[in-house]
């Protein structure tokens, strides 16, 4: 939903006298009622609030200034949010002075997300002898905890907040965003420094707005810094037509420090991504709500061996004002090699890794997957180490298939007759053991190598094995079976019931004989040559302990058949060693233990990042060190000990609180070696 026009809109400026301890100032409450296209309430809110600004003046000293509002206040480009889109309340004052903040949502909640104010230098009636002219924006985060859809925030206490010389005062705040069916809430969501009896609080005598004072700013209420939380993983892609060509799943975090660091986490959510895609060249676009802007560009470039690989070759970021789109900040960095993989490949890393952009802007990447080239069925490719591994389970699936047809049909050979020797179940055996071991192989992580080893050992035997078997059992097949007998119906078969035991033969140019036949056999006379030692046509003229004669034309099929089965396993044998062979000396591509991670938590970080889950995380905060409770506890010399104010519902009061100090040689406590999930820990290991 884009900004809606003043007549979409109402506000009122109400007049409040406040009661100061010296007098009696003015200043105004605002009231923004913003509706939407039904003319129904979408977004409320009432609120008070004050600037503290300190600015250079010509002769290089410093002023501290206060800002008001002004009895003429607007609310152009206010707009109600959705789902998808954030609520943004904004009003302007004064001499091109402006403040707004988003508000973002979830299924159950809402809250505040950044906070930007500008105040305008050129407004000389505020900033007298001002050295910088113009525009100043500075940008925060909002500390409100998250709010149930339809209940009202209502904080009358003071809170402030403090970044680039400018200190945000706020006070008798009341707020609704993502108003449902035009009516405000009934039931409040108090904040923390509110007691349920408490009475607005009188806030701390101002200056007026015509005039620069002099005096001395009361610093702001120091509260413990909030931990910032990983942002939330989007997914994103480019398409030519119909087809998927770009495609990226990754948590955006950026670092923006000029006086004081900002991270800024990039909300999936209200990111829309664009781009171009090329042979050689891709470029992704992000953009989070007409305010973050990044870009990455890819390249392709030839490796020594020839082989294309694709990586990251800059990164541009640029920030905007969110009511006016201009430029807040804006960096560029074109000489990156990162993130390179195989064309046709993709690059993950689980890990948090850091982009220096410039000297005042880094990027932080989180769960990073992208294929900028080549994407194939709209999904990442998995790597060279996953396709080779999925074509040696083929290989040694196939494999272990044709064993056992050979194991099958081999058995089935030999147990036909008695007198045939048959050999080709061998192959079987040998062959389905080395698969066996290949499939595994492929499997494992450790140890994989040695099991792949044996694998192509026994595998090399097989292949032996059906080679002389393949030989052997087609040359029997071809010359000592002849079946043209059988199929004349001249041989007999003679069982135990058979009478006479013996048959009478009529070989050609020869006297009858009488042979001794044994019971259960199949006897050929036309083979039979009446003792000649050379048989006629060289072939088998006796079946010994078979259940008829057409065990016999079986016995011939199933030999041309494993002959045919051991050329199959043969050659697919060595097709298997050979993948085998090369795939046993291959890693896996682990991207959580593997990537390369460069100053992912430099020495001098602005916040831990604990591994949560958040949504539009934008956090702005001093340098820190780690977390506190990373730390035993000393109380100092100069800052008595008290109960740390982010554990007490009291409410908070402007003057400086009382802290902990750190101890300097304060060790971290202690937490358990990691190693990863496919390495062995040393031994002894605490």
């Known amino acids: 939903m884009g900004p809606r026009s003043p007549s979409a809109a109402s506000s ?121 002219k113009g525009p100043v924006t500075i940008v925060v985060k909002d500390t409100m905890s998250p709010v149930q859809l339809n209940n009202v925030f209502v904080c009358h206490s003071i809170e402030s907040f403090e970044a680039e010389n400018v200190t945000q005062i706020f006070w008798n705040v009341t707020v609704q965003a993502f108003v449902q069916n035009g009516t405000i809430g009934e039931k409040e969501s108090r904040c923390p420094a509110d007691t ?33 939380e990983n942002p939330d993983t989007g997914n994103y892609s480019l398409k030519i037509g119909n087809k998927t060509c770009l495609l990226a799943t990754v948590g955006l975090q950026l670092n923006v420090s000029h006086d004081k660091p900002v991270l800024i986490n990039v909300n999936p959510k209200t990111t829309s991504a664009d781009g171009t895609c090329g042979n050689t060249t891709a470029m992704l676009k992000l953009n989070d709500g007409n305010s973050t802007l990044i870009s990455f560009t890819f390249v392709v470039k030839n490796t020594s061996a020839g082989v294309p690989k694709f990586y990251l070759k800059e990164v541009n970021v640029t920030l905007l004002n969110r009511l006016n789109g201009s430029v807040i900040s804006s960096a560029d960095n074109n000489n990156f090699s990162k993130w390179d993989a195989f064309l046709g490949s993709s690059y993950m890393c689980r890990k948090e890794q850091t982009l220096e952009i410039s000297d005042d802007i880094q990027i932080h990447t989180f769960n990073l997957w992208i294929q900028p080239f080549l994407v194939k069925a709209n ?124 048959a009478i033969c009529h070989p050609q140019r020869r006297a009858p004989c009488t042979p001794k036949i044994k019971t259960n056999t199949c006897f050929c006379c036309d083979l039979y040559n009446c003792g000649n ?31 045919i089965l051991n050329i199959v396993g043969l ?27 460069e100053n992912a938590h430099p020495s001098v970080s602005y916040y831990s990042r604990p591994q949560v889950t958040s949504y539009n995380t934008y956090y702005h905060s001093t340098p820190h060190l780690p977390p506190y409770s990373a730390y035993d506890f000393q109380h100092s010399s100069v800052f008595p000990a008290s109960t740390p104010s982010g554990l007490s519902d009291d409410p908070q009061s402007v003057s400086p609180s009382p802290s902990y100090m750190w101890s300097s040689n304060a060790p971290p406590r202690y937490s358990p070696p990691y190693f990863p999930p496919f390495e062995k820990p040393p031994p002894y290991t605490p």
């Open 379 to 502: 999904k990442f490719s998995t790597g060279s180490f996953n396709r080779r591994k999925r074509n040696s389970l083929y290989v040694t699936v196939t494999l272990l298939i044709v064993s056992v047809l050979i194991l099958t049909v081999g058995l089935a050979a030999t147990t036909r007759t008695q007198n045939v020797t048959v050999g080709g179940y061998y192959p079987g055996v040998i062959l389905g053991f080395g698969s066996f071991l290949g499939i595994i192989g492929s499997n494992l992580i450790e140890n994989k190598r040695q099991m792949l080893v044996a694998s192509i050992v026994f595998i090399s035997f097989g292949v032996i094995a059906a080679f002389c078997c393949a030989i052997v059992d087609g040359v029997f097949a071809a010359r000592h079976i002849d079946l043209r007998p059988l199929y004349a119906g001249r041989c007999q078969y003679y069982s135990k019931s058979t009478t006479p035991p013996e």
């Open 533 to 563: 030692r050379v048989e006629i046509s060289g072939g088998y003229y006796e079946y010994i302990d078979v259940s008829s004669c057409q065990d016999i034309i079986h016995l011939y099929h199933l030999l041309w058949s494993a002959t």
């Open 12 to 132: 009122a400026l109400l007049f409040l006298l406040l009661l100061g301890s010296s007098g009696f100032l003015q200043s105004y409450a605002v009231e923004v009622d913003i509706k939407d296209a039904s003319n129904a309430t979408c977004l409320y809110a009432r609120w008070m609030m004050s600037f503290f600004i300190k600015y250079e003046t010509n002769s290089s000293d410093y002023k501290n200034t206060t800002l008001n509002l002004s009895s003429s206040v607007t609310h152009n480009g206010s707009v109600c949010g959705n789902d998808t889109h954030a609520a943004l309340l904004a009003v302007q004052f004064g001499e091109g002075h402006s403040w707004s903040i988003n508000f973002t949502k979830t299924n159950e909640t809402y809250q505040g997300d950044l906070i930007t104010f500008t105040y305008n230098t050129n407004d000389t009636a505020v900033f007298p002898d001002a050295k910088r």
């Open 196 to 228: 349920p009896t408490s009475a607005p609080t009188v806030p701390p005598t101002v200056a007026n707005i015509t005039t620069a004072s002099t005096t001395t700013l009361s610093p702001a209420p120091t509260t413990a810094p909030k931990p910032v």
């Open 571 to 597: 050659f697919l044998g060595i097709i298997t060693a050979a993948i085998l062979g090369g795939f046993k000396d291959m890693t896996p591509s682990l991207p959580t233990l593997n990537c390369t991670v």
